[in-house]
T-cell receptor, first 115, second 112 residues
């Protein structure tokens, strides 16, 4: 079955602009989580959406937001971009039911460069 | 609060030698633990997971890890390194919810 699809793969934006990243989870998965990966801070959790509701949120400013649609596809938005927002943004898909069978499947990421 | 510490940001091994990557965790609840591998400009691929069943967990590509509660450790090993093992490896912890907390990563270099 198809894996997690993130679009676009690469993006260059200017400071002050906003950006929207997209993630299509594995078919049947209802949970989508977003992570930011930078050389300095490593992998940090942004937020998780389950059945169109934000279920968990990391410690990021309000410029970072997300949403999930009824087909489980998710978007994250970053407004008023700063140079420090340059990162690899990873999306993870899981069934959302947790338990012993929990597995998170990651997309290839979107590389955002802010200039 | 949960945290994951990976000892050694870089490890260099010779092809055919043992690979040992160290991971220690802190969790207020029984954790689920994972090892992921990341190749350049790629996402994360799950190597193996511990979810409170057997403490010795076998994963893909010949990797295994042992959960030691008394040492709060979940070290990753592979008996014989292959050139294709050169990548970055991340230990991760899941406590409540689906949030993963990651260690800082260990980059593995394999020398011929």
């Amino acid at each position: 079955k198809a894996g997690v699809t993130q679009t676009p793969r690469y993006l260059i934006k200017t400071r002050g602009q906003q950006v929207t990243l997209s993630c299509s989870p594995i078919s049947g998965h209802r949970s989508v989580s977003w992570y930011q990966q930078t050389p300095g801070q490593g992998l940090q959790f942004l937020f998780e959406y389950f059945s169109e509701t934000q279920r968990n949120k990391g410690n990021f400013p309000g410029r970072f937001s997300g949403r999930q649609f009824s087909n489980s596809r998710s978007e994250m938005n970053v407004s008023t971009l700063e140079l420090g927002d340059s990162a690899l943004y990873l999306c993870a898909s899981s069934s959302g039911t947790g338990g012993l069978n929990f597995e998170a499947f990651f997309g290839q990421g979107t590389r955002l460069t802010v200039v | 609060a949960q945290s994951v510490t990976q000892l050694g940001s870089h490890v260099s091994v010779s092809e055919g030698a043992l690979v040992l990557l160290r991971c220690n965790y802190s969790s207020s609840v029984p954790p689920y633990l994972f090892w992921y591998v990341q190749y350049p400009n790629q996402g994360l691929q799950l190597l193996l997971k511990y979810t409170s069943a057997a403490t010795l967990v076998k994963g893909i590509n010949g990797f295994e890890a042992e959960f030691k509660k008394s040492e709060t450790s979940f070290h990753l090993t592979k008996p014989s390194a292959h050139m294709s093992d050169a990548a970055e490896y991340f230990c991760a912890l899941k406590a409540a919810g689906n949030k993963l907390t990651f260690g800082g990563g260990t980059r593995v270099l394999v020398k011929p």
